[in-house]
């Protein structure tokens, strides 16, 4: 280890169930392959299908880098519930659609969403409208792809938009890990992904690195209002989701606000981060290096207390944790999961910087409140993304006919 600085932490980033590397070997299908403007896809047909009948696009979700639809398909289809082993069986054909740079703006890697739906109807057999969605941000690169076609007066041919676990009122990614990300005294893939146009696009709230200042990102602000000019969503289509957080108010309740979640030592010694809680300068992580000398604290302003909130969990600290370990560092892991995609959020029906917002009983409202038609969320705290049988056979229960 140099006496000159902290050692490189690497190439980790924050990953949910779908983009994180599996342990052992991924068997994939045949299948074909559409090259793609910023992107690419993989086409599995239905069983009985010789060619695209009823095409089912699903795009990938968030992190850094070029898609690993490899790994997309392990995630689909190894975990809880065979996702798209079940798709196919009812003749429905997936085309997992992939990014080159899964981390740039939502509003270039929506031109790979319009693309795709292009090409499936070219290529499709008989008059099935498409069914269109994805996973994660994937659910938001696909909404406003759609929303953009219909604009434009571009016939899509969709009967149903679908969102798996999606930020629509954004995600969160606490503020002192984001800030961590950037204390590293060198380049790394961790600060990459923080600061990337998707992360700035999609965050709630965003710590600057030039600045240090914690707020809506300009790319948000930005990315919203382009969001508004193509009306916000596609109208054509039926529209639903599914969060993978509960619907009755109840979150993480081991995740209690103002805790240590996390203590670092022997590398960034004495670096904690606390569970967000509501008030102003609230320190949200102190942050230590030895080389080269640094220490500064995070705090936040009118935050509510989002790490417990009911939603979609991430292992950010988990993750964190492993990291320090593998360098040598000691970690004192106090709550592995964190809440991600809240799940008025995922079901676009409150906005997340207030705390009843955040907290509210789906179940005890009006569901035309949301701007989807139709919405389930998970019985249980599930992670961000995973595949389960409650969520999938729901969702494939309303494909059109």
């Known amino acids: 280890m140099s006496e000159t600085t902290e050692p490189n932490v690497g190439s980790f980033t924050l990953d949910g169930p779908l983009t994180a590397e599996p342990a052992g070997t991924i068997e994939v299908p045949e299948h074909e392959e559409w090259q793609l403007p910023h992107g690419f896809a993989w086409v599995f047909p239905g069983e009985g299908n010789s060619a695209l009948v009823r095409p089912v696009i699903m795009a990938d979700g968030f992190s850094l880098g070029r898609s690993k639809l490899d790994v997309l398909y392990q995630g689909l289809e190894r975990g809880l519930f065979p996702f798209v082993s079940e798709l196919r069986r009812r003749g429905r054909d997936v085309i997992l659609l992939g ?9 270039d890697n929506a031109e790979t969403v319009t693309a795709a739906v292009m090409r ?3 290529e499709q057999l008989g008059d099935a409208r498409l069914v269109v969605g ?3 941000m994937g659910g938001i690169v696909t909404r406003y792809a759609l929303a953009k076609l219909e604009t434009m007066r571009m016939d899509h041919r969709t009967a149903l938009y679908f969102s798996y676990d999606s930020p ?19 380049p790394n893939d961790f600060s990459k992904q923080m600061d990337s146009q998707a992360a700035r696009q999609m965050l709630w709230q965003h710590y600057d690195k030039d600045t240090g200042k914690i707020g809506v990102a300009p790319e948000r602000a930005e990315f919203l209002t382009a969001l508004d000019r193509v009306g916000g969503w596609p109208r054509i289509p039926r529209r639903i989701a599914v969060a993978n957080g509960r619907a009755d108010g109840v979150g993480l309740p081991d995740v209690k606000p103002g805790e ?5 030592e022997r590398i960034y010694p004495g670096t904690t981060f606390y569970t967000q809680a509501q008030g102003d300068d609230v320190t949200a992580a102190y942050l230590n290096r030895r080389f080269p000398k640094a220490e500064k604290t995070i705090a936040t302003n009118g935050f509510p207390d989002l790490d417990g909130a009911p939603g979609g969990t991430l292992h950010t600290y988990r993750i964190l ?23 008025v959020s995922a079901v676009a029906i409150r906005d997340i910087e207030k705390q009843d917002d955040l907290y509210a009983a789906i179940d005890g409202l009006n569901p035309e409140e949301s701007e989807l038609d139709e919405f389930l969320c998970s019985s249980t705290t599930t992670a961000h993304t995973a595949i389960t049988e409650e969520l999938c056979t729901w969702l494939m229960d309303r494909l059109p006919d």
Not at 168 to 186: C, D, L, T
Not at 326 to 342: T, W
């Open 99 to 107: 990014f080159d740079e899964r981390s740039a703006s939502i509003l």
């Open 134 to 136: 994805g996973f994660s």
């Open 120 to 122: 499936a109807q070219a």
């Open 260 to 264: 240590v979640a996390l203590r670092i």
């Open 168 to 186: 629509h009122r954004g995600a969160s990614v606490p503020v002192g890990v984001q800030a961590f990300s950037h204390f590293i005294p060198f």
């Open 321 to 343: 944790a492993d990291s320090m370990k593998k360098l040598g560092g000691k970690a004192d892991l106090r709550h592995e999961d964190v809440c991600f995609v809240p799940s």
